[in-house]
């Protein structure tokens, strides 16, 4: 994202630029003028807070222009936060809106295709591959085995499959933070794979 | 006279609705299409925040500013007694309205 932030940046008149998310913390910025990185949050926080509140009065704005007397704010809605565009006040404003148009596209696509990956089975490596306990209809892993697999305080839910013989079982694996166990399967999934407590079975994530 | 300027400022083809507010968004003048109220509040609302935007940035006074969105545009503007807001249509030309909201507010009502 720095790199579509640099791109902005290049031109003639931007001091500085940065991407918010949808609670107004920065995620990504570029600062050429080296602006205060408190006065960068208090701003992200601004304008976010704004939207939000423009939102609860049935508006929802996706774009703010503001001048000032020494510079210019450019911000546009791209998924749940903004771009956010620090620049003079002569800058060219069309070639800036062009420019802020495309890059607001790109964070978009880029924020779409990190959201989607989330979700997308893990690609573990092979030497991730590890033996697991049944116990009681659930598969239990303990804290060495899920920083292995680098699912250590990554909460959410990711798809794996599991093979016990010549049996293989989709299934998901949850992640929660803090928790040495971070793999469940359900009784009847456990049943279709034949699987008993005691037994153990491989994981590939 | 905050009548004649919203009044003069509505009768602008492209513009639907013209507020004068005062910093707590008290309604002083309207004219045209829309909730004055609403109106008012939207406006002083958006020059607050980016009254406190420019001072976190140091770029000095808010002047100016438009949002857009769900088909509508707005054009504000910040004074130190006062905040000027106008519902335009989306697709109007921004430069003509600002030069008549600039020749109605005058010099003498600019910092």
């Known amino acids: 994202m720095k790199g579509i932030l640099r791109d902005i940046n290049a031109m003639v008149g931007v001091q500085g630029s940065f991407v918010t998310d949808g609670k107004g913390e920065v995620v990504s910025l570029v600062n050429e003028s080296d602006f205060p990185e408190g006065s960068l949050k208090i701003v992200s926080q601004e304008i976010i807070q704004t939207v939000r509140s423009l939102r609860f009065a049935h508006l929802s704005p996706d774009e703010f222009d503001l001048s000032f007397g020494k510079g210019r704010v450019i911000a546009r809605l791209v998924g749940p936060g903004m771009l956010v565009i620090l620049c003079s006040r002569d800058i060219n404003i069309p070639l800036l809106n062009l420019t802020a148009e495309v890059a607001a596209k790109r964070i978009e696509r880029l924020l779409e295709s990190a959201k989607e990956s989330k979700s997308e089975p893990l690609e573990l490596k092979v030497e991730y591959i590890k033996g697991l306990t049944i116990k009681g209809g659930q598969i239990w892993v303990d804290k060495e085995l899920v920083r292995g697999w680098g699912l250590e305080g990554r909460e959410g839910s990711h798809k794996a499959s599991v093979r016990k013989g010549g049996k293989v079982r989709l299934y998901r694996i949850v992640g929660k933070k803090g928790l040495g166990r971070v793999v469940r399967m359900l009784s009847h999934d456990a049943k279709k794979l034949s699987a008993k407590e005691g037994d153990i079975v491989q994981v590939y994530a | ?111």
């Open chain 2, 1 to 111: 006279m905050f009548d004649k300027i919203t009044r003069a400022l509505s009768q602008l083809e492209e513009v639907e609705g013209v507020v004068l507010s005062s910093p707590e968004g008290m309604v002083l003048g309207q004219s045209g299409k829309g909730d004055p109220g609403e109106a008012a509040a939207l406006t002083v609302f958006v020059a607050q925040m980016a009254t406190r935007v420019g001072e976190a940035l140091k770029f000095g006074r808010f002047e100016k500013g438009t949002f857009n969105g769900q088909g509508k545009r707005m054009l504000i503007y910040g004074e130190a007694d006062h905040s000027l807001g106008l519902l335009v249509k989306p697709e109007a030309s921004l430069s003509l309205i600002e030069n008549r909201v600039e020749a109605e507010l005058g010099g003498k009502e600019r910092r």
